[in-house]
């Protein structure tokens, strides 16, 4: 494994490019089931590993078993400290937003809070001024309607003396 150069090549760009959130959380997703795969191979080891008890001891077979366990525990340890990277990554993009409190993002009947805030954002107009205009543009309506029914009916009438 090398180290990566101190100093940039010509025409490389720097390393500090900011990273999509998203692809950190991918990445974040990936180790937690690589930590949960390696986390299974330890206990199938451990399952699989007699104790030294002198009676089918076989010592090549425990120091093999005993060194590819060392292994997925060291394995375990560089991925717990991959996570933690990622992890802290996140944090530090999302360190700018203000926490919502889920309660506020579903809009409830009962919940005065929601129509406070519309009023004050001016989005939206009081319910008593929107009630009184659909109903001066209802009557307006029904007097208009009733009086074309009159006259239809008039126009009926003069047609049709019974």
């Given at each position: 494994?090398?180290?990566?150069p101190?100093?940039?090549?010509?025409?490389?760009?720097?390393?500090?490019?900011?990273?999509?959130?998203?692809?950190?959380?991918?990445?974040?997703?990936?180790?937690?089931?690589?930590?949960?795969?390696?986390?299974?191979?330890?206990?199938?080891?451990?399952?699989?590993?007699?104790?030294?008890?002198g009676?089918?001891?076989?010592?090549?077979?425990?120091?093999?078993?005993?060194?590819?366990?060392?292994?997925?525990?060291?394995?375990?340890?560089?991925?717990?400290?991959?996570?933690?990277?990622?992890?802290?990554?996140?944090?530090?993009?999302?360190?700018?937003?203000?926490?919502?409190?889920?309660?506020?993002?579903?809009?409830?009947?009962?919940?005065d809070s929601?129509?406070?805030?519309?009023?004050?954002?001016?989005?939206?107009?009081?319910?008593?001024?929107?009630?009184?205009?659909?109903?001066?543009?209802?009557?307006?309506?029904?007097?208009?309607?009733?009086?074309?029914?009159?006259?239809?009916?008039?126009?009926?009438?003069?047609?049709?003396?019974?």
């Amino acid at each position: 494994m090398t180290t990566p150069p101190l100093v940039a090549f010509p025409g490389q760009q720097p390393h500090a490019r900011d990273v999509n959130t998203a692809s950190l959380c991918r990445i974040g997703q990936e180790t937690v089931q690589d930590i949960v795969l390696r986390t299974m191979e330890i206990f199938q080891l451990l399952r699989n590993m007699q104790l030294p008890n002198g009676v089918t001891y076989h010592p090549n077979t425990h120091q093999d078993r005993l060194g590819k366990l060392q292994e997925h525990l060291r394995m375990l340890s560089v991925l717990f400290r991959k996570l933690r990277l990622v992890y802290d990554k996140c944090n530090q993009n999302c360190s700018g937003l203000d926490p919502v409190p889920p309660e506020q993002l579903i809009p409830y009947v009962e919940d005065d809070s929601s129509k406070h805030d519309e009023h004050l954002a001016g989005q939206t107009r009081p319910a008593p001024e929107d009630r009184r205009e659909v109903l001066e543009v209802n009557k307006i309506h029904q007097s208009e309607s009733s009086d074309l029914s009159c006259q239809r009916q008039g126009g009926l009438a003069k047609q049709n003396p019974e």
